[in-house]
T-cell receptor
Framework: AQRVTQPEKLLSVFKGAPVELKCNYSYSGSPELFWYVQYSRQRLQLLLRHISRESIKGFTADLNKGETSFHLKKPFAQEEDSAMYYCALRPYTGTASKLTFGTGTRLQVTL | ETGVTQSPTHLIKTRGQQVTLRCSSQSGHNTVSWYQQALGQGPQFIFQYYREEENGRGNFPPRFSGLQFPNYSSELNVNALELDDSALYLC????????????FGNGTRLTVT
């Protein structure tokens, strides 16, 4: 069985400070990892996925198989980054839509 | 491009009743999945439909069932409602095959009293 852990319910940072949202996973096979974001009054949407290896809105995430982690990072937080962030895992084989989500971390960026 | 739409937005039912939630997938998408999100939790996978058949299911009892129609829209049916079924139900559509990401709807908030 797979599991995704996001240890922080709330992360509060000042504008311009670095951000790191933690995500750890457990899965015996080869996983695909994602970060989803939900801004206030908007739907859940994909932020980035590890296979893309790209930076979206200044955010990056590196899959560390040794530490089974996929932490989301941004060097300088902006007010518009305030949102709910969910880490999710999907096995490479199996049901394409079956994501296992963590419980989410609310990021609050203050002035 | 039309996004994923769900109806109704809110619903209140009594324990033991049955409920049907509806979802229209994003244009060009042929796969629909449903998720349950309880308060303070992440979404939990219920099942996926492709070519009008269920082809993947999470850890939910048989009283959770669904349908997918030829136009790729979908329904989620829950029988014998329990208080713990109170949650936000999310529909997501995607294109089976390739690296298509999930596109979520805004959800239906179900309250069971």
């Amino acid at each position: 069985a797979q599991r995704v852990t996001q240890p922080e319910k709330l992360l509060s940072v000042f504008k311009g400070a670095p951000v790191e949202l933690k995500c750890n996973y457990s899965y015996s096979g080869s996983p695909e990892l994602f970060w989803y974001v939900q801004y206030s009054r908007q739907r859940l949407q994909l932020l980035l996925r590890h296979i893309s290896r790209e930076s979206i809105k200044g955010f990056t995430a590196d899959l560390n198989k040794g530490e089974t982690s996929f932490h989301l990072k941004k060097p300088f937080a902006q007010e518009e980054d305030s949102a709910m962030y969910y880490c999710a895992l999907r096995p490479y084989t199996g049901t394409a839509s079956k994501l296992t989500f963590g419980t989410g971390t609310r990021l609050q960026v203050t002035l | 491009e039309t996004g994923v739409t769900q109806s109704p937005t809110h619903l209140i039912k009594t324990r033991g009743q049955q409920v049907t939630l509806r979802c229209s997938s994003q244009s060009g998408h042929n796969t629909v999945s449903w998720y349950q999100q309880a308060l303070g939790q992440g979404p939990q996978f219920i099942f996926q439909y492709y070519r009008e058949e269920e082809n993947g299911r999470g850890n939910f009892p048989p009283r959770f069932s669904g349908l997918q129609f030829p136009n790729y829209s979908s329904e989620l049916n829950v029988n014998a409602l329990e208080l713990d079924d109170s949650a936000l139900y999310l529909c997501a559509s995607s294109f089976q095959g390739g690296d298509s990401p999930l596109h979520f709807g805004n959800g239906t908030r179900l309250t069971v009293t």
